[in-house]
């Protein structure tokens, strides 16, 4: 029974962590405090190498909820896990990838997070390729090697930051502002944030990395890996409104929510929609950061977090209990069934959609309000109100594919909440998930915000929710008149619903290709026409010019007569010219 003591002694010391920082937390917000703490670790002559940390409201916070979710994500794999003969080698990654986050979120130096953001990229690689199959190795592959670009940039950002004298970049933000050459800086930080954050044209890896267990999705996708380039936009926030690179990250991130929102509409497996909101929601909170709001941003990244990490945990448990199989086709009824746990998801999918006081409410309502009172274009405001009710689309379909109708699976088995462990760890989540937004209100922001709106602009929100959930309901009440009308239209179906073919592009487009390019030249070029004019032929003729000679040199009387004989003739016409 070793592993019930690893699982429990993990859950107990995360949860307990947890609410210390959350309480300290909550003392530095009151008093406006900020620690820097200085550890020197070497120094010899010259040379002196100090760790620096950070401890504000903001990295305590945020690390409480981090380590509350990943304590109850332990907790619920005692059992998800339990038939894992090596669930200790599982936990003790989990714990790896958490303590990368910490590192992560309490540096402002940029070694140090560069050392918490490979952890994460690292570690992230051997969980996905936990269920040691093809699928799974290829996911891993495409996730580790998306995430080394973001690296790249993140090592040219701290070459550049030579500059400066140091690496810790919050001394310097404020002089950053003024000094042009940090656009290059702010740029390739945008850059490492869009590839960890899945940002377009990185965004194939996330639904990919669904090849992980349930209980890392619940972690990786709710507040740790994909949260770390919003996370560390945050913290170079006041650079980025100085330069015109947040103007790019507002089309990109735009673009990101509104293309998650029409692929999750098109997708059937239950874990890669859920993957595809937390690509909605990412591209939400890069926007409205791009805007300038970046406590804001840091509202809706907690929020999110409790509800996108419950949801994954319910999906786990329909997938455990439907043995092994996430099609949402063959799912139906679950109401019946399992109660307690599609009670949970839906409480879920509705703070997802934004219900008035769960949590996402808060946060989202608040997003779209700020949106409808700034100045832009037609376009970006589209792309919000399109966006959101695309998210309350897919959750409906959701809902109604699995939760509700018939048994659509072949044979029936035996399907209930009976794991009170799985149970447990989600209904601390849904309390959260209740209760969240609206303490995160109180706590962070002193002051309720007020935005006065026209009626129209402040009813639209719900509007959108209302129009969304019926259109949710009609496209999942699929009859063979509609399956008809999507083979009509089937390429277009089928370019909304591959991520605008991202995926293909990401593995065909930069390995098949490539490669097949440069079969035919290493077979026209190296092991072609250079063979031929080249080292083979060059040893051809050696061979054959040595093998005359060699004959030549032989004593044999016939070579010494014809020579002789050569001789001869040359000599006779030499004097024959002559005379």
């Excluded at 404020?174 to 850059?191: P, S, V």
Aim: aromatic residues 16%.
């Amino acid at each position: 029974m070793k592993f019930i003591s690893i699982c429990s002694i993990s859950f107990l010391l995360l949860f307990t962590v947890s609410l210390t920082l959350f309480y300290y937390s909550l003392m530095l917000l009151n008093y406006d405090y900020s620690y820097f703490i200085e550890w020197e670790i070497i120094n010899l002559g010259s040379l002196n190498i100090v760790m620096t940390l950070i401890l504000d409201w903001m990295s305590l916070m945020f690390m409480s909820f981090v380590l509350l979710i990943s304590s109850l994500v332990i907790f619920y794999s005692k059992d998800y896990m339990g038939e894992d003969k090596n669930i200790n080698r599982f936990i003790i990654l989990v714990l790896m990838f958490v303590c990368s986050m910490m590192l992560l979120i309490i540096s402002p130096n940029l070694v140090s997070i560069l050392l918490g953001w490979d952890g994460l990229g690292l570690v992230s690689y051997c969980l996905v390729i936990y269920f040691q199959n093809v699928k799974s190795y290829n996911a891993g592959m495409l996730t580790a090697l998306s995430n080394r670009l973001g690296d790249v940039a993140f090592l040219l950002a701290i070459a550049w930051m030579l500059n400066y004298g140091s690496w810790n970049y919050i001394y310097y933000l404020d002089m950053m502002n003024k000094d042009m050459e940090m656009f290059i800086i702010g740029g390739l930080i945008m850059l490492a944030a869009m590839t960890k954050s899945a940002q377009i044209p990185f965004s194939s890896w996330l639904p990919a990395a669904m090849a992980a267990p349930t209980p890392v999705s619940a972690l990786v996708h709710s507040s740790t890996l994909v949260t770390a380039g919003v996370y560390l936009l945050i913290r170079f926030s006041n650079l980025l409104l100085s330069l015109s690179v947040s103007k790019i990250l507002l089309l990109i991130s735009g673009l990101t929510m509104f293309m998650a929102g029409l692929g999750a509409n098109y997708e059937f497996d239950l874990k890669k929609i859920i993957a595809l909101s937390t690509l909605s929601q990412l591209g939400l909170m890069m926007s409205i950061l791009s805007f300038g709001y970046m406590k804001l941003a840091f509202f809706h990244l907690l929020t999110h977090a409790l509800f996108k990490a419950l949801l994954f945990m319910c999906a786990g448990a329909i997938i455990h209990n439907m043995i092994n199989n996430q099609d949402i086709r063959f799912m139906g009824c679950l109401s019946g069934l399992m109660p307690m746990t599609v009670m949970c998801m839906s409480v879920a999918n509705l703070a997802l959609c934004g219900m008035p006081f769960l949590a996402g409410f808060y946060s989202k309502d608040l997003i779209l309000e700020i949106v409808y009172s700034n100045v832009f274009n037609l376009s970006v405001f589209m792309l919000f109100v399109v966006s959101t009710g695309l998210t309350v689309m897919y959750s409906f379909r959701l809902v109604f594919y699995a939760l509700t109708g018939m048994m659509n699976i072949f044979s029936y088995h035996p399907m209930n909440d009976s794991s009170w462990v799985m149970l447990k760890s989600m209904t601390g989540l849904l309390v959260m998930a209740v209760i969240g937004g609206s303490m995160l209100m109180w706590v962070m922001f002193p002051t309720p915000y007020m935005i006065c709106l026209p009626s129209s602009l402040k009813m639209l929100t719900l509007e959108i929710c209302i129009l969304g959930g019926l259109l949710g309901y009609l496209i999942s009440n699929v009859s063979l008149f509609f399956f008809n009308k999507a083979f009509i239209y089937f390429k277009m179906s089928w370019f909304l619903g591959s991520m605008w073919f991202m995926p293909t592009l990401s593995t065909l487009g930069m390995i098949f290709y490539p490669l097949k390019l440069g079969y035919y030249l290493i077979k026209n070029l190296d092991q072609g026409w250079s063979e031929y004019f080249g080292g083979q032929n060059l040893y051809k003729l050696a061979v054959m010019n040595s093998s005359m000679i060699e004959k030549m040199q032989n004593n044999y009387l016939k070579i010494y007569l014809l020579l002789m004989f050569i001789w001869f003739l040359v000599l006779f016409f030499i004097l024959l010219i002559i005379n």
